[in-house]
């Protein structure tokens, strides 16, 4: 990929005569698209093929820039970056037959997604139990574990089962988060069913290698990714016939949001959310009054 970037950072520099620092910009936001692509599509690390990025990865990396609570110009700069990138691959070097930028937006909302119901959550929870498979044990785990724990989908699908510990007189989840920072989160009794039931009748009928640390896995054998999740995600989300937009940072919006509105001290929240920051957790208080 660095051959492209390279080439087209030329191409700005010497046909465009863009500037020195916006060639330096545009550098540095491909190659956090890049390492976005390595993690959200191939469970072993390896580079996705520029020709192989479609527009959902397009608006799963920029949904995940807004979790990040990126600054809406940022993004929008950022935007901007990818698009001149593949209007390159596309109209000069021939490389990609489609611009996957082509239908992506300028405008970026500034807000944070707008909390699910609790009616809305358990129509949610509820799909994967309508199927008897063990992706459906898998995906009702996950949607279960998400909703209870806050968790952002890179902790979700990097999840290890020894970072299970069931058995404790508190059951919980061993996480590690930015900045390799560890936290341990409780699970309620719905969370823990569920995982029970994946473990024992799901994930084995999944795993393909005993030594396969993931906790959850596709139907390959292999690590579910970030991009993975968030098409099965998609997919119960319109089986619930939820209307407004539904992201995997919709779920964890919704458990700060009822857990505020359930009385917990922001302070409590700030932890199981993993934020450095209780500035960064106070954006969620307007919406608990009205989710």
């Not at 909302?109 to 929870?125: A, F, M, W």
């Not at 309508?130 to 699908?157: C, S």
């Not at 290698?209 to 999740?229: I, P």
Request: charged share 25%.
């Amino acid at each position: 990929m660095d051959v492209e970037v390279t080439a087209f950072l030329r191409h700005i520099q010497e046909r465009m005569l863009f500037a020195d620092n916006t060639a330096l910009a545009y550098k540095a936001d491909l190659h956090q698209l890049w390492g976005y692509l390595r993690t959200a599509t191939n469970a072993d690390g390896t580079s996705l093929p520029w020709n192989k990025v479609d527009e959902a990865l397009i608006r799963g990396y920029i949904s995940e820039l807004q979790e990040r609570h990126y600054k809406a110009a940022t993004v929008t700069r950022k935007i901007v970056s990818l698009k001149a990138f593949f209007a390159f691959l596309h109209q000069v070097e021939g490389i990609v037959g489609h611009n996957p930028t082509e239908n992506v937006g300028f405008r970026v909302p500034k807000s944070l997604p707008k909390p699910l119901s609790i009616r809305e959550v358990d129509e949610l929870l509820e799909q994967p139990a309508r199927l008897v498979t063990p992706e459906a044990k898998r995906d009702k785990a996950m949607l279960e574990l998400l909703y209870a724990t806050g968790l952002r989908v890179t902790e979700l699908v990097s999840l290890d089962v020894n970072h299970l510990h069931m058995n404790r007189r508190v059951p919980h989840i061993r996480c590690v988060g930015r900045g390799s920072k560890e936290r341990t989160i409780p699970i309620h009794k719905d969370a823990l069913q569920a995982l029970e039931e994946y473990l024992d009748d799901g994930r084995p009928r999944l795993v393909r290698n005993k030594h396969q640390a993931a906790l959850f896995v596709n139907r390959r054998g292999e690590r579910l990714t970030r991009q993975g999740f968030w098409l099965i995600l998609k997919g119960y989300a319109k089986a619930a016939a939820i209307a407004k937009p539904v992201t995997p940072h919709t779920l964890r919006h919704s458990f700060a949001t009822h857990m505020l509105n359930g009385g917990a001290p922001l302070r409590n929240v700030q932890a199981l959310l993993g934020h450095a920051c209780q500035s960064t957790t106070r954006v969620y208080a307007p919406f608990a009054r009205t989710a």
